[in-house]
C-alpha cells in the first residue's frame, strides 16, 4: 500500500468485549455497558502510543487496515525439552474472536491514524502463535485505499 503506516505493538493481544444493554433497577433508560477483558486498557494504551510514534500525521479518506496477532503457544505445544512438537497448528483457531481482537485495534488506532474507524473500509485479521513469546503482538498496516 503506497502511503501506508506499518508497525508493530508487543504483548498479548487481548479483545473489546461484547456491549450489553440493561435498565437499571428504578431507571427509565437503558445503560450500555463493555464487558471489558482482563489487561485491556494496558493493550489499548499500548496500541495508541506506539501509532503515535509511528503516525506522521492522521489519514483521510478511505482506509484498509491488515492486523496479524501473534499469540503465545500454550505449554501442550512443546516437548519437555523446550522443542515445539511436531504438528502443532500455525493458526490459533480458539478464542479469543478475531473480530474482538479487531475492534480493540481500530478504537486504539481511532486519533494517531485516522479520525474515525468508519474510515476503513477494508481489514483483514489473522491469528498465528508465535513460537517466540517476545514477539507476541500486534503486527498492523494501516493504508489509503488506492482510488481507480
Known sequence: MTGAVSFAVFGVPRPKGSKRAFIPKGGTR???VESAGENLRDWMTALHA???EHAPRALTGALRVDV???MPR???HYRASGALKDG???HRAKSPD???LL???LDALEGPLFANDAQVVEISGEKTYSDDATRCGAYITVGPIEEG
Open 74 to 76: 500454550p505449554k501442550s
Open 30 to 32: 437503558p445503560v450500555m
Open 88 to 90: 502443532v497448528p500455525t
Open 68 to 70: 496479524r496477532f501473534a
Open 50 to 52: 506506539v501509532a503515535q
Open 103 to 105: 475492534r480493540a485495534v
Open 98 to 100: 478475531v473480530d474482538k
